[in-house]
């Protein structure tokens, strides 16, 4: 194997890797699939975020206000991750609320309908579409990029 070989094939151990970790973020994940709760979870978990769940729009708006008043003077969340459709109260439907009181924390939006109109809407409200199935490794990517800043 030669040298060049030997250093593609090792692993990124690179600083950029452990910005989650260092972070220590605040993570809001609403999915109403249970498996696709626990996996987004469990990813952001591992790379060092505090994590709390929810199955809906209804209870991530009811999470929000509690962490926000809980914690203050603190923000609640430092990113949230949602689901577009949801029972009750959608993700988008959610979001669009928070938007329009203020609420700027960033969001990354997952759904297996990623359409224009759901693009155009979620350009509108400042939020990335990730499209499912989406690999882990995007996920992490787009938690790096909003959560970086909290790693200085």
Known sequence: ?????????????EPAADKLTKAGARVLVAEDDPDMRDMVATLLRINGCE??????GTEMVT????ASTTRFPRDGFDLIVT???????????AI???????????VITITAFPDESVRKQARALDMLVLEKPFKLGDLREAANYFLAGLAT
């Open 1 to 13: 194997m030669t040298s060049t070989q030997a250093q593609e094939a090792r692993p990124n151990t």
């Open 51 to 56: 994590v709390t769940t929810v199955a809906n």
């Open 96 to 106: 669009t609320r928070l938007r329009d009181v203020g609420y700027s924390t960033p």
């Open 63 to 66: 999470a929000l206000v509690l």
């Open 83 to 93: 689901d577009v459709r949801m029972p009750g109260l959608t993700g988008m439907s």
